[in-house]
């Protein structure tokens, strides 16, 4: 797709750790200062989804740039640029070893990179996994400048386990012995949802206790909605009708969201289509614009 009034680059951004971070930047001819920052989802990467490309040709027709970046998580065994003192080394990374703390590095490399560039208003905007890593990092971080938040496909890790991974429990304890055990690095037999494979680290991160990941907990409401719960900027939440992610209907899922939000302003909307939003790109932009275009 061509389109002359969107101005497309590549760009090289670096982790506050020093993890190099594929992206593209979308921006209008006529200069803005907003722009909306685009977070994939588990073992995704940043022109995955057919959305994101259509969201890159329309979005600065609304006057806001958008930037998508391979966060550490892409993929699902990924070799991962990092830059040293000394140079430049390859470490593993992808979605086999993602933790999600580690997301607090990549969002404020880009954030920073992004203020360098100019930009003034900034939106975070994530898929699938992509909104866990949204609310941990609002909520355990500071000054961070975010004026929005947009949330799709918000998915409930708990249900994934619970139906997707066998004997995840003791599973689990396997792990945290493997990781006592200097072996956190090492895949484990076990799959993840999505075929994924997976290291102990990170399978010890999905499922001890106090998870950073259970932030919406659709199938356990008693469970805390973890971060999720103190995000106090506007939020908007679209999610799909027929989304596997979820484990409830829709429409009892945003209740819940709707029940524990602390936000003053918060929006959700339900499209008919499936987790990728195939086939309806043009409703999830089109109300997603709607949204911000009311609080301008």
Same mark, same amino acid.
């Given at each position: ?22 992206s ?77 703390? #580690?997301?607090?590095?990549d ?6 990179? $992004?203020? !360098?560039?100019?930009? &003034? +208003? %900034? ?26 938040v ?5 998915s ?9 991974v066998? #004997? ?10 493997? $990781?006592? !055990?200097?072996?956190? &690095? +090492? %895949? ?59 484990g ?49």
């Amino acid at each position: 797709m061509k389109n002359n009034k969107v101005k497309i680059s590549t760009h090289k951004i670096f982790s506050t750790d020093g993890i190099e971070l594929d992206s593209l930047l979308f921006e209008p001819v006529a200069p803005t200062d907003r722009i909306i920052i685009h977070i994939h989802g588990k073992e995704g990467h940043f022109v995955q989804n057919r959305f994101v490309l259509d969201m890159g040709y329309t979005y600065p027709l609304s006057g806001y740039s958008f930037l998508t970046f391979n966060n550490r998580g892409h993929d699902y065994i990924a070799d991962l640029i990092k830059k040293t003192a000394q140079g430049y080394t390859s470490i593993l990374g992808g979605s086999a070893y993602d933790i999600i703390e #580690h997301c607090i590095f990549d969002i404020d490399g880009v954030i920073n990179y $992004i203020k !360098e560039l100019g930009y &003034k +208003e %900034i939106i975070l905007q994530g898929h699938s996994l992509g909104p866990h890593k949204i609310c941990y990092y609002l909520d355990t971080t500071k000054n961070h400048d975010i004026s929005k938040v947009v949330l799709i496909s918000t998915s409930d890790i708990l249900y994934h386990l619970n139906t997707e991974v066998d #004997h995840w429990e003791q599973v689990s304890v396997l792990a945290k012995q493997m $990781i006592d !055990e200097g072996k956190g &690095k +090492e %895949i484990m037999a076990i799959r993840l949802w999505s075929n994924c494979p997976v290291s102990a680290d990170t399978f010890w991160n999905y499922t001890r206790p106090d998870s950073n990941t259970h932030c919406f907990n659709f199938t356990q409401p008693h469970v805390e909605f973890r971060h999720f719960e103190n995000i106090t900027l506007p939020i908007l939440t679209v999610v799909a009708e027929t989304d596997f992610g979820t484990g409830v209907k829709q429409d009892k899922a945003m209740k819940m969201l709707q029940e524990r939000t602390s936000s003053d302003d918060f929006s959700s909307k339900i499209i008919n289509t499936h987790h990728n939003f195939t086939g309806k790109t043009d409703e999830l932009i089109t109300k997603i614009t709607d949204w911000l275009r009311e609080r301008e």
